[in-house]
């Protein structure tokens, strides 16, 4: 996606005027963008999708959420809804118009309940705010975009990151959601009882649907214990085989493991270049394995696993931030050489060495040019293949990339949802039944069809 040309700009659906009184009314006429000062809201992250808005307007709390979203029914405008921006495959991005419904100024975060280990965050607030929410616990997902992630668009796209493997994604952190769904109607159920078997699950079926069923306005979220003195380790390997093995021994040699993730010499020389990291070992290596454990007898379980591999090891605050960098800044790598495909995928954890070995030809077969950079999650069989291309991005990258993965019994999203990036391929992971299942939930919240239309195709 591009910006329109200036003849298209002309074309531009805009407002209608009686409308852009109302919402001014609603939420105030500071809060209502028509000008310039949409432009930070209709391009991702990677600066690969853009689009433009009719209007980004940016309510304060629940009820404003509900005046607007009955006024752009009414009007059959359609709304793209919009958390922190850091999205990477389009998701958030208005392509022909739409409003945004940005989310950002829902940033109330109640008091911690200790007993039940329990928070209630408005949609705006960011991950980073909830992990320091209070002193003894902290949030269980951990993204590189925490501080500017929020918890709708978190939601929306059941964000997973690097402590999967021991809090899993987003959807095993809510408790309770509150949402209004597109004519204004609030859903609302934020007991945060644990066990609660009264009928449909429907703040986890918001989990990943990416602002295609209503607007989360609230969630009620578990914590979990803060990590006490972690040690975390990066050890070189020879090669993606290698890695994959001890990455399977440190799930069961290793006690309180809380993340095995992976990153390759390729992204590292990029990085190396470009920022002001440093070498983690005295030696290059082919690939590393990050590891991080918190229990008694992890720093001697490490030791053993290491054996007589080059290994750095983070102890102190410090280290640990130092040692983690190497991992969490690799999403910057591909965007050195050009603005970055981002193909998030995941195998079954038995084909995961054949993915993360061989997607690198499969991109270059075609388009020979492209620098293709991996890293990612090891154990639950999470690939982010980041491509610089060096030819048209036309779906072909796409197309040789998830076509692979469908051949291993895969998923074309493992973790950023399907977005405009992927939503041609979705039939690739999900049945006709399934996607005609889809459209029937999505009709049932939403059928005027006015939320982030194109995205999950009706």
């Known amino acids: 996606m591009v910006l329109p040309s200036a003849e298209e700009s002309l074309s531009r659906p805009s407002l209608p005027a009686g409308l852009r009184q109302d919402l001014v009314d609603v939420v105030g006429a500071e809060h209502v963008l028509t000008d310039s000062r949409t432009a930070g809201y209709v391009v991702d992250w990677t600066g690969r999708y853009r689009g433009f808005a009719s209007a980004v307007v940016r309510p304060r709390d629940t009820a404003e959420v509900c005046a607007v979203l009955a006024l752009c029914s009414a009007a059959a405008i359609p709304v793209v809804p919009q958390g922190g921006n850091t999205g990477l495959v389009g998701g958030g991005v208005p392509r022909a118009g739409e409003l945004v419904l940005s989310l950002g100024r829902l940033d109330s975060l109640g008091p911690v309940d200790r007993a039940a280990m329990q928070v209630t965050a408005g949609a705006g607030v960011t991950l980073a705010q909830l992990a320091d929410a209070h002193p003894d616990l902290d ?9 500017s992630a929020t918890v709708g668009g978190t939601i929306a796209t059941n964000a997973g990151g690097v402590r999967v493997l021991r809090n899993g994604p987003m959807r095993a952190q809510i408790r309770g959601v509150e949402a209004v769904l597109s004519d204004g109607t609030v859903l ?207 779906g072909r990258h796409q197309d040789a990339v998830f076509s692979y993965v469908a051949s291993l019994g895969g998923s074309i999203s493992a973790e950023h949802g399907i977005g405009a990036l992927k939503a041609d391929w979705l039939p690739l992971s999900r049945t006709a039944a399934e996607r005609e299942i889809f459209a029937r939930v999505r009709a049932a919240f939403d059928p005027a069809g006015i939320l982030n239309p194109g995205i999950l195709p009706r």
């Not at 949030?139 to 501080?147: D, E, K, L, N, Q």
């Not at 053993?304 to 790598?333: F, I, M, T």
């Open 139 to 147: 949030f269980g997902v951990a993204i590189t975009s925490r501080h």
């Open 188 to 394: 609302s159920h934020l007991s945060g009882l644990t066990k609660d078997n009264t009928g449909y699950d429907y703040p986890s079926l918001l989990a990943g649907s990416e602002g295609t069923l209503a607007v989360v306005t609230k969630a009620r979220l578990r914590l979990v214990p803060r990590l006490r003195d972690p040690i975390v380790a990066v050890l070189g390997l020879p090669g993606l085989a290698e890695l994959h093995g001890l990455a399977i021994r440190a799930l069961q040699e290793v006690p309180g493991l809380v993340s095995a993730e992976f990153f390759t010499r390729t992204g590292l020389d990029i990085l190396l270049r470009n920022t002001d990291l440093t070498p983690p070992l005295d030696a290059p290596a082919e690939a590393y394995l990050l590891l991080e454990a918190s229990d008694a007898g992890a720093l001697e379980a490490l030791a053993e696993l290491a054996g007589n591999l080059p290994v750095a090891v983070g102890h102190g605050a410090a280290d640990r931030a130092r040692l983690w960098a190497y991992r969490e800044r690799h999403p910057e790598a591909a965007g050195f050489l050009a603005p970055p495909l981002k193909l998030d995928v995941s195998v079954p954890a038995g084909r995961w060495v054949e993915l993360a070995t061989s997607v690198g030809d499969v991109v270059t077969a075609v388009d020979p040019g492209a620098r293709v950079i991996t890293f990612g999650h090891v154990a639950d069989g999470n690939v982010h293949v980041n491509i610089a291309p060096a030819a048209e991005v036309d």
